[in-house]
């Protein structure tokens, strides 16, 4: 099993609308999660940390939660053509405290 | 203005040389990180150091090497040992290792080899 995983494939989603990206990861001690937005040929920016189960809001964004399941969500509500882009999942792997990151899922807002 | 400084942003490399990459940070910050990103896939640790003076393997360390003399600063060799050495390298930092703090990169050098 891969340490942190991202299945779904590219995702479009009509401008106004609510993408939803999901994570699961393979490390029961991680405590700390993180969601990245990734530009074209650009670096990855840091948009959303959560360490807690449940909600977590930021603006039009929403990280959710759930450890007994080793699940992490993101959702952007109202998409915005800026928010294509590739998100990035990443964990903290309690072990020896290094970030492993997903392979990522590519959103594309459709105006 | 603080921040994470990758140099070059584009650098072309001759089969067989080693060549370095640079990064250097100004957010006094304990830990930095160096990963590889080739196309369509995510982020790839290849070395990580928490502190001055020490450093650790990540999950692709073979044929780079790494060091942390001073603690701004923390370049990334790809010797010739590295067989497919094109890819795109991010250098990340955080405030200390620990498990919640989170990274920041700067903004990546494009290796190509011709």
């Known amino acids: 099993q891969k340490e942190v995983e991202q299945n779904s494939g590219p995702l479009s989603v009509p401008e106004g609308a609510i993408a939803s990206l999901n994570c699961t990861y393979s490390d029961r001690v991680s405590q700390s999660f993180f969601w990245y937005r990734q530009y074209s040929g650009k670096s990855p920016e840091l948009i959303m940390s959560i360490y807690s189960n449940g909600d977590k809001e930021d603006g039009r964004f929403t990280a959710q939660l759930n450890k007994a399941s080793q699940y992490v969500s993101l959702l952007i509500r109202d998409s915005q053509p800026s928010d294509s882009a590739t998100y990035l999942c990443a964990v903290n792997m309690g072990g020896n405290n290094r970030l492993a990151f997903g392979k990522g899922n590519q959103v594309v807002v459709i105006p | ?114």
């Open chain 2, 1 to 114: 203005d603080g921040g994470i400084t990758q140099s070059p942003k584009y650098l072309f490399r001759k089969e067989g040389q080693n060549v370095t990459l640079s990064c250097e940070q100004n957010l006094n910050h304990d830990a930095m990180y160096w990963y590889r990103q080739d196309p369509g896939q995510g982020l790839r640790l290849i070395y990580y150091s928490q502190i001055v003076n020490d450093f650790q393997k990540g999950d692709i360390a073979e044929g780079y090497s790494v060091s942390r003399e001073k603690k701004e600063s923390f370049p990334l060799t790809v010797t010739s040992a590295q067989k497919n050495p094109t890819a795109f390298y991010l250098c990340a930092s955080s405030i200390d290792g620990g498990m919640g703090t989170e990274a920041f990169f700067g903004q990546g050098t494009r290796l190509t080899v011709v």
